[in-house]
């Protein structure tokens, strides 16, 4: 699993605070993997297998979340209508993403398989606002390295912010992005890669 890229900061949330389920729908993006910055870009659902259940239905509206390498992590929303959903490229060119859709309940469509790079635009007007925080995520490795092997652990000390921390982990590829909350007094989590190779991985931290 290659790191070389890490989210240092996560912006507040434009959902409700939960925590993403297993994977119930499929989506695709109508571009990849460049994508411009503030273009307006498709997203296309698909209920993964066959539901009959209407609870168990993915529900309205539909977010976007957008973990950006050495950046902030976005949640935007994307639409009510399952069936025209659009997505505003927020973040700068020059950033590298992992993307998952999720729906209102926070029921996952999986995470992206392809890490995204933002390219140029006709515009850089719907850049989201610089984060006012002290708050870092420093992970740590040994012995020093630039990749994670499966079953390897990883340490992730928070620095700064104000706690209690949620810790978010994004996957390309994975079913779900898990929200881990960190016990009140801690700042730092021990997490075990069980990813398969070859993937990219992307951590945000939110402070209270």
Avoid at 16 to 27: G, I, N, R, T
Avoid at 93 to 98: D, F, K, R, W, Y
Avoid at 110 to 127: K, R
Avoid at 164 to 189: H, R
Wanted: aromatic share 8%.
């Amino acid at each position: 699993m290659r790191l070389s890229f890490w989210c240092a900061f996560l912006s507040a949330t434009l959902v409700p605070s939960v925590v993403a389920q297993d994977k119930l729908f499929e989506w695709i993006i109508s571009e990849q993997p460049n994508i411009q910055e503030c273009s307006d870009v498709g997203i296309y659902l698909n209920e993964e297998g066959t539901i009959t259940n209407n609870a168990t239905q993915p529900k309205p509206p539909f977010y976007m979340r957008a973990f950006e390498a050495n950046g902030t992590t976005t949640t935007s929303l994307i639409g009510t209508d399952p069936n025209n959903l659009s997505w505003k490229v927020n973040h700068p060119a020059g950033s590298n993403l992992i993307l998952q859709v999720i729906d209102s309940n926070g029921n996952s469509g999986g995470v992206a398989p392809d890490l995204y790079n933002v390219i140029p635009g006709s515009s850089s007007s719907c850049h989201h606002p610089p984060l006012n925080t002290s708050l870092a995520l420093v992970p740590q490795i040994t012995p020093s390295k630039t990749t994670l092997n499966t079953c390897d652990p990883l340490l992730l000390a928070i620095l700064g912010g104000t706690p209690p921390y949620t810790l978010s982990i994004a996957i390309t590829d994975a079913l779900t992005s898990p929200n881990l909350t960190i016990p009140p007094g801690e700042d730092q989590y021990l997490w075990i890669d069980r990813a398969p190779p070859n993937n990219y991985l992307i951590a945000a931290a939110c402070d209270s």
